[in-house]
Each structure stands twice: as structure tokens, then as C-alpha cells.
């Protein structure tokens, strides 16, 4: 029971880390050259001064949309982490870990509605910015994210305290 706690505690460490790369991170989209766009900030080189030149991201409503779903991805997962463990401590014996389960479930709808946003509407958001380029490491840590925690949730949904 102990080395099935500790893999899914790592499994959720390993999501939380993931999901703070790919919401806070500088590389949503790369352009081509060294510019690459991130959820806050819009980055460019400036040739002439050899310096980068950054400024806040537009205002468009999709590229909001998919910032507030990032970082709601981000507070479930804290939140389901603190649960897990409130509940591994607090809860009697042979209770399941639904609160937990469910908040990762959350957890992985928000990513993934957040990425998908992000990939149908790649055009209207960098609308202003050069055409070409593609989609960043940041966007793929997204996806990436998006299994595990569905698999996290499942998991411990099925997962039943012990002695």
C-alpha cells in the first residue's frame, strides 16, 4: 500500500510540475527566428536594437479564456493534492478518495478544454503576429497533462484507504 501511495503522490507532483511549466512558461507558440509567445506575454526580438521587446498579450477572448482555464487547472490540482492528503490522514479505513478523485477529473477537463481552445483558435489569437511557426512545448506539456490527471482522477476514485 505504501510504494501505491508513493507512485501516486509522484504521479501528482509530476502533473503539478507539468502544468506550472506549461501555464507559466514562455513558449506556447514559436514563431519562426527566436520569438516565441507564451499566455502572458507577447515576446519579439528587435533586431535593431539586438533586445527583446515584450509586451502583454492581446485582449482577445479566447486567449483569455484559455489563461483562466490554465490557472483553474493549476488551483485543482493544488487543491486535490492538500485533499489527498487531508483526507489519507483524517479518513477511516476503507473510505474512498472521491473529493480527490473528482477535483483531478476537473483538473484534466480544464486542461484539456484549455489546449483545445488553444489549438482551434491559434489564428484568431496571434492574428497580429507574423504568419508561420508552430506550436510551442509549453502547448504539448498541456497535453500531456491532460492524461495524466484523467488517469490520476480514476485512479484514485478506485483507490481505497487502508491500514
Known amino acids: 500500500m505504501s510504494l501505491l501511495l508513493l507512485v501516486v503522490s509522484a504521479l501528482h507532483i509530476l502533473i503539478l510540475i507539468l502544468l506550472f511549466v506549461a501555464t ?17 506575454y507577447d515576446c519579439t526580438w528587435n533586431n535593431d536594437t539586438k533586445t527583446w521587446a515584450c509586451s502583454n498579450v492581446s485582449e482577445n477572448g479566447w486567449l483569455k479564456a484559455v489563461q483562466v482555464l490554465m490557472v ?11 485533499l489527498f492528503m487531508f483526507q489519507l490522514y483524517t479518513m477511516r479505513r476503507g473510505g474512498l478518495f ?24 491559434a489564428e ?21 497533462a491532460f492524461p495524466l490527471a484523467l488517469v490520476s482522477g480514476i485512479i484514485y476514485i478506485h483507490l481505497r484507504k487502508r491500514e
Open 124 to 144: 484568431e489569437i496571434l492574428e497580429k503576429h507574423p504568419r508561420g511557426g508552430s506550436f510551442g512545448y509549453c502547448f504539448a506539456l498541456a497535453w500531456v
Open 24 to 40: 507559466l512558461d514562455k513558449s506556447w507558440w514559436t514563431l519562426p527566428g527566436k520569438e516565441s509567445l507564451n499566455l502572458w
Open 98 to 121: 472521491y473529493a480527490t478523485g473528482l477535483c483531478q477529473l476537473c483538473t484534466s477537463v480544464a486542461v484539456f478544454t484549455g489546449a483545445l481552445i488553444y489549438a482551434i483558435h
Open 72 to 82: 483553474l487547472s493549476l488551483i485543482l490540482c493544488c487543491l486535490s493534492f492538500i
